[in-house]
């Protein structure tokens, strides 16, 4: 194959060498060659950044109001008269002839006191009546409320851009008298 191609390529360049010998049946001999040029364009593409966006997140804060129901303790005392005599005693309205009247030798008598439903005796030692209340603690929990999608797409469009061509032409100038003029001013 490669021989057919060398060959072809041989025979070719003889008949371009036959083409500039001397044409002896019109008498025309090729003095030369000129080519005529232009101008074509050639479109490179080029990436240039012409903006940026920045996507950022940042946090705002907002005071809510959260209604919780809280348990507290509270203690009550009650005081239950026998008599008026005895409301008068214990409340401070008394003269002296009532305390007497009052004490009385039975001195060894424990006092009893029902919290709860329990009754505690009320001695020379204090009785403690623990009070506890119920506190509000806080802890947050984070959910994904939102998603968001961040994408980047390319849109083609066509932009025509002028440009400017040069090309050559040909400008034949004669002087003199030519055989092609004395064949066109000729009568026939």
Do not use: C
């Not at 360049?13 to 000129?34: A, F, Q, Y």
């Not at 940026?52 to 705002?60: E, F, I, L």
């Not at 008599?83 to 003269?95: K, P």
């Not at 623990?130 to 083609?156: C, F, G, P």
């Amino acid at each position: 194959m490669t021989t057919d191609h060398t060959e072809n390529l041989y025979q070719d360049d003889l008949e371009s060498r036959k083409s500039t010998l001397v044409d002896e049946t019109s008498n025309v001999v090729n003095v030369g060659h000129l080519e005529l040029l232009e101008e074509r364009p050639v479109i490179n593409k080029e990436r240039l950044d012409v903006g940026k966006v920045t996507v950022t997140k940042h946090a705002r804060t907002k005071t809510i109001d959260v209604p919780i129901e809280l348990v507290e303790e509270y203690i009550t005392i009650r005081t239950e008269y026998y008599d008026a005599e005895s409301q008068d005693l214990l409340s401070g309205h008394y003269d002296e002839k009532d305390i007497l009247r009052h004490v009385e030798p039975s001195l060894d008598s424990k006092a009893v006191v029902t919290v709860n439903g329990k009754q505690i005796e009320v001695g020379d030692d204090p009785i403690e009546i623990v009070l506890s209340r119920q506190v509000a603690t806080i802890t947050k929990d984070t959910y994904a409320v939102q998603e968001i999608d961040v994408n980047k797409s390319t849109h083609i469009h066509t932009d025509n851009i002028s440009v400017e061509l040069k090309h050559e032409e040909l400008d034949v100038t004669e002087e003199g008298f030519l055989a092609h003029e004395a064949n066109a001013t000729r009568p026939k």
